[in-house]
């Protein structure tokens, strides 16, 4: 119950507390962005205002409104709203809050919803415990995660709730957030304007986190006062924010990464994917992103390793020496001189003709050794170092050749050249060419003398 003392605490909680926190949305229509989310005609709205939700994971980057959504809801809905710590929780608080919201159904008939931020956090035994409340509705699971839930979440725990994807906010989205907080009065209250270039550098150091918008927007407000006092600033006599102060406030520019998550690895398979499709801008700057955020440079260096044979192969057999040169650097130099290294073999790698032939030869081949038929040695193929080896017949060896190279059966009976492996571009279809005139050379010639089946020292 609201007395006086809580409505004072509250006021001069809300007083101390961030820019971010203070401009935090109470309703859906104060809510900004994530149209595909919440917007008019969504699943989740019509849940919101209707106080229908079933169990939801919301699934998203940092400052994207996972919290803020929980927010809405528990302002919006008739039922119990409790929230639980996934870094504190344990399995006896969980029981205790079924328990309560059980307890609270049956004599109130009243919900309960139950929201944890951060549920990856929350082990196996912590989240199976929420199962039966979640399938018997005695709870409705709020869940927030910056983690893949189908990841992180339990499968069980998944098929009960519906995952709803946030996305970093567009760059309008941010740009509606600090007017908004500039003239709020819960927020600068008007006291400050911001200059054009230092609005689109906020946006810019934001990258889609709406909070760090705000963060950076509150600590640019701070720098423009001339002697730092609150008093200095009013909206009667507005001070203006400008580029400088904004770059005073955040001196390092640091793009959102993390070295075990799904960051990690969007980043890694546009590297890749970027050395794949012949970009070396693109290449260069996945790379930049993940060295700035101090990724190991030997993770980096094996990637680059793994294109060089699955994209190039010998198309350019190059490649993967390079790759390995960039891999020793980085075992053996490090940051930051191994930058230069491996930004030399990521530029090699988009550069050099593109080839996926030996990843498919192999795939295949593997394909054919696992469902395929039981397949012999050709005799002549055989080893000869045991009795009765003098019966496999002759193995003509291609030395002996005048190109050095001899008609003779390699495949196994029912397989034929050309099975598994087929030569793109670059080195290796030069070399087929090469290889098919050296055989039509052969072809010309008189052959050279049949090879008996040769003894212990004979090559093999």
Known sequence: MDTLFSNIERQRRQA????????????????????????????????????????????????TGKTTLARIIANST?????????VTGTVKDLRRQT?????????????????VDEIHRFNRSQQDSLLHAVEDRTVVLVGATTENPYFEVNQALLSRSRVVELRPLADDDIRTLVRRALRSPEGLNGAFTIADDALQEIVTLAGGDG????????????????????DEASPEHPLQISLDNVLEANPRHGLAYDKSGDMHYDIISAFIKSMRGSDPDAAVYWLARMIDAGEDPKFIARRIMICASEDIGNSDPQALLMAEAAFK?????????????????????????KSNADEAAID????????????????????????G??????????????????????????????????????WEAWRVEASARDRGMAAGTAQGPAQAAKGPADPQ
Request: one cysteine or more; a neutral charge; charged letters at 20%.
């Open 364 to 387: 295949a081949a593997l394909d054919e050794v696992r469902h395929g038929p039981r397949r012999e040695v050709p005799n002549h193929l055989r080893d000869r170092h045991r009795p």
């Open 78 to 86: 008739r039922a119990e709203f409790v929230e639980v710590s996934a």
């Open 99 to 115: 328990e309560a919201a059980e307890s609270r159904l049956l004599t109130q008939g009243r919900r309960t919803i139950l929201f």
């Open 211 to 230: 909070r760090a918008a705000l963060t950076s927007l509150e600590l640019a407000s701070q720098m423009a006062l001339p002697t730092g006092s609150p």
């Open 16 to 63: 101390n507390a961030p820019l971010a926190a203070r401009m935090r949305p109470r309703t859906l229509d104060e809510y900004v962005g994530q149209q595909q989310a919440v917007g008019e005609g969504s699943w989740l709205r019509r849940a919101i205002q209707h106080d229908t939700l079933s169990s939801v994971i919301l699934y998203g980057p940092a400052g």
């Open 329 to 353: 650097a980085a075992e053996v130099i490090g940051y930051p001189e191994c930058r230069i290294n491996l930004c030399q073999a990521a530029v090699y790698n988009a550069l050099a003709p």
């Open 389 to 426: 080896s003098d019966s496999y017949g002759p193995y003509l060896y291609p030395h002996d050749y005048p190109t050095g190279w001899v008609q003779q059966q390699y495949l196994p009976d029912g397989l034929q050249r050309g099975a598994f492996w087929h030569p793109v571009r670059g």
